[in-house]
């Protein structure tokens, strides 16, 4: 099974101050077809789950472009470059590889 | 594209689940398309269950592909899944998602989710 594991599980950033999410996989998550099956998504409170990064670094339509994705093989990292109040809830990274699964969620909140 | 999920709230211990998520802006019946099927419980993290594409191809998550069936009726644009001997910890809320580009799998928009309790 793929584990994928984030850090740190809880940030508190100030508005206006950069945030970076990290997810290590114990596995690969590079295809075949050069593409990194990572995604990302932010649940906010109260709210379904939304995507913004997938395979990777690509960013969702509509999502701001303060939000950026990197990484390849078994590390990522999803950075903001600047806080907003908005941007407040759980982040998860997740694979499709093989099988599905998502890491265990990273808390960012206001300082 | 919208999606909502329809179901009992409210199961007996050992009870099948039947889930049905109706969508619109998009039909299974366009290839690369998918559905997928995702958990959470109350307070904790998202959990993948199973999901469905265009083809008819299915995946499902190995710790439950025992108890999981996924189908989809493209004419009402629904998919179905159904869990079987519900247990208190398959007390969750619920999610269907739009899977865009099938086999890479990853999920677009999803719906507001539905809590299902399961209770003696």
């Excluded at chain 1, 409170?45 to 701001?64: D, E, F, K, N």
């Excluded at chain 2, 007996?12 to 398309?33: A, D, K, V, W």
């Amino acid at each position: 099974d793929i584990v994928l594991t984030q850090s740190p599980l809880s940030l508190p950033v100030s508005p206006g101050e950069p945030a970076s999410i990290s997810c290590r996989s114990n596995q690969n998550l590079r295809h075949s077809n050069a593409q990194e099956y990572l995604h990302w998504y932010l649940q906010k409170p109260g709210q379904s789950p939304q995507l913004l990064i997938y395979l990777g670094s690509h960013r969702a339509s509509g999502v701001p472009d303060r939000f950026s994705g990197s990484g390849t093989g078994t590390h990522f990292t999803l950075k903001i470059n600047r806080m907003e109040a908005e941007d407040v809830g759980v982040y998860y990274c997740m694979q499709s590889l093989d099988s599905i699964t998502f890491g265990q969620g990273t808390r960012l909140d206001i300082k | 594209i919208t999606l909502k999920e329809s179901g009992p709230t409210l199961l007996r211990p050992t009870q099948t689940l039947t889930l049905t998520c109706t969508f619109s802006g998009f039909s299974l019946n366009t290839t690369r398309m998918g559905v997928g099927w995702v958990r959470q419980p109350p307070g904790q993290a998202l959990e993948w269950l199973a999901l469905i594409h265009w083809d008819d191809s299915k995946r499902f998550s190995p710790s439950l592909e025992k108890r999981l069936t996924i189908t989809k009726d493209t004419s009402k644009n629904a998919v179905v899944i159904t869990m079987a001997n519900m247990d208190t910890a398959d007390t969750a809320t619920y999610y269907c998602a739009h899977i865009p580009l099938g086999l890479f799998d990853w999920f677009g928009p999803w719906g507001q989710g539905i809590l299902v309790t399961v209770s003696s």
